[in-house]
């Protein structure tokens, strides 16, 4: 069975029996795959009512709604994990959709595109367009992202909103994740696309002893 | 199958009479009470042995307990048809449904047009004001009689959806799951406004006589025509309207008079005409006055989460269609926000229709598949075979 790549490495990430928000949730494979492999009692968003469709047929709570206007309404530290997969370069306010989900959530697992990669970069400098890549696949004028940015960018982003970065994995297609440190310029040019785990700044860190092997190992 | 026949014509069905004896009368909101009270319920397929399997359908304003089955005034196929019935999304091959005429009602449960132990005579406006947690709280009785203690599901649209949202309220211990469709936390002015023009029609009507017309062997049919115009517009959306009818003439030509000209206008009176025959006037205004009185948040110190504070382990479905403008699309996401900051299990879909508020009673496939999924895996959950 093929298990997307981010997937497979929030399936590692997310203890046992915990609850889950998955914000943007689709058809519900995520928690499907999170209730069947950890027993996690999961919650989803989803702004499509087709994707609702599937998910109630698949026995899953999910809401119809989207991050931006929905997320204010459910209550402060309801889930252990709030889960973002690439969708934040898709909201309105990207800023208050990652505060929000961190006051949702104990931790937020947030994956998204790198406009900082190489290939990113080469494409725009050497033919001066848009660039199309493994993580960004469509062209400007319907791609769903309306607020790309780059690791630093993200990085920083993640400063000023008082979140600490527990761990970062790239994600490249079809190959394995790899443990990074996303503030190091280097990886801001290698990874397409990264996965972070955060949690407030002010609150504890991933339980006693977590480390990085501890996420990704 | 033959024709003219449906699939209803061919579920396991039984029509009766719950009456409950006067010394244990009916306790009402309004410090009133009901005794001698009698409730008119079908019931579809068959409770399984474990008792686990029942659906409890609550109806909408002018409805009846003949959800699944012919009408036997109107011999017209139930009202919820579609999905009611063998391999339907309420499947009544797996599924014993229930479903009462309301508290008020003037199908068979005790209601205005209900005769009175105390006098002998029919109440009139003599019967107590009841409200939806009334109406609930008879249903209550009935599942006691029937002896069931938990419901695998309650469902229901509109009025019936409201009665959802009270029993989560008031008896979340005796529900598994929860489906409300195109209903709200409370009734809104505008809701309230339209409903006093129905009331107003009624009571203009000089046969009416100050809602003594049973005793008096009159009928004010025609007040109780137009309240159900008016009601029925609010029923359907603008470009439903549109589509269906337009600008179309009954006839060739204008009759430069007051005819109904527009087939719009002939559908509207045809509406009302054929509601005459089914429902009582004084029932008509007891239950809007019920809708009007329902306000979820009110009686839980005015905040809509702490009335599902005790239904957290319910599995909650709520719809909404995007044409409905009687109760809107806001209205539902107001549960919905609601349910999640009680931490209840809740799904929520909006339906993307231009058939209105009536789109629940239709055939809406979108809302049928997600129906479906959602009973049929809950039952699954529930481990009803």
Known sequence: MSVREDFREILRLV???????????????????????????????????????????????????????????????????????????????????????????????????????????????????????????????????IHLCTLRDFTQLCDHLGLRIEACAALANGKPARPIDPTRASENWRAESALFLLSRADAPPHGEGATKADLFG | MSDGETPADFIETRSDVARFAAERPLRLDSGAEIRGLEVAYNTYGRLNAERSNAVLVCHALSMDQHAASRNPLTGKPGWWDHVLGPGRPID???????????????????????????????????????????????????????????????????MGGMQVLQWAADYPERLFSAVCIAAAPRHSAQNIAFHEVGRQAIMADPDWRAGDYARQGARPDKGLIVARMAAHITYLSEAALQRKFGRELQRDGLSWGFDADFQVESYLRHQGAVFVDRFDANSYLYITRALDYFDLAISHGGALAAAFRRARDVRFCVFSFTSDWLYPTSESRQIVRALNAAGARASFVEIETDKGHDAFLLDEPVLHAALRGFIGSAADARGVA
Request: charged share 20%; glycine share 12%.
């Open chain 1, 15 to 145: 203890r046992p029996g915990s609850r889950v928000l998955d914000v943007g949730c689709g058809e519900g494979e995520l928690l499907e795959l999170l209730a069947r492999e950890k027993g996690v009692e999961g919650r989803g968003l989803e702004i499509s009512s087709a994707g609702v469709s599937a998910c109630l047929a698949r026995g899953l709570a999910v809401v119809q709604g989207d991050a931006d206007d929905d997320l204010d309404y459910f209550p402060a530290r309801g889930f252990d994990y709030a889960v973002l997969s690439q969708t934040l370069p898709q909201v309105r306010q990207p800023r208050h959709v990652l505060s929000e989900l961190l006051r949702i959530g104990e931790r937020a697992i947030v994956s998204l595109p790198n406009f900082g990669h190489w290939r990113v970069r080469f494409d725009l400098l050497s033919q001066g367009r848009m660039p199309l890549t493994h993580s960004l696949p469509t062209p400007w004028w319907e791609t769903p992202n």
């Open chain 2, 92 to 158: 009544t091959d797996r599924f014993f449904v229930i479903c009462s005429n309301v508290l008020g009602g003037c199908s068979g449960t005790t209601g205005p047009a209900s005769i009175d132990p105390a006098t002998g005579q029919p109440y009139g406006l003599t019967f107590p004001v009841v409200t939806v947690a009334d109406m609930v709280r008879a249903q209550a009785l009935l599942l006691d009689a029937l002896g069931i203690d938990k419901l695998f599901a309650v469902v229901g649209g509109s």
